[in-house]
């Protein structure tokens, strides 16, 4: 019933950009704080950044602040990550995440690859 769907990912080559996106469904997406994460090959799953129910608030890890912009359209359950001046170290499976003290909720992830 709950569903997350992430799409957007793409190859794509050092400096470019990217907008993902994350299709919520089966829960109230409105009253949700959202994240993404990523995950690469020998790596543990990090936060890259996190947005407030009602994009009140935003969060994003160091090595993507300034460069990163997340966003959502409550109206439209969707989840958004504008990712701008892409390095070969953003190469990674990203996953939307809604926490829940019940067990979280995750997507299957999309697939980014920074290379020339």
């Known amino acids: 019933q709950v569903q997350l769907v992430e799409s957007g990912g793409a190859l794509v080559q050092p400096g470019g950009s990217l907008r993902l996106s994350c299709a919520a469904s089966?829960?109230?997406?409105?009253?949700?704080?959202m994240r993404w994460y990523r995950q690469v090959p020998g790596r543990s799953r990090t936060l890259v950044a996190g947005?407030?129910?009602?994009?009140?608030?935003?969060f994003y890890s160091d090595s993507v602040k300034g460069r990163f912009t997340i966003s959502r359209d409550n109206d439209k359950n969707t989840l958004y990550l504008q990712m701008n001046s892409l390095k070969p170290e953003d190469t990674a499976i990203y996953f939307c995440?809604?926490?829940?003290?019940?067990?979280?909720?995750w997507g299957q992830g999309t697939q980014v690859t920074v290379s020339s």
């Open positions: 995440n809604a926490p829940n003290d019940e067990g979280d909720y």
């Open positions: 947005i407030t129910s009602l994009s009140s608030g935003t």
């Open positions: 089966g829960f109230l997406f409105s009253s949700y704080t």
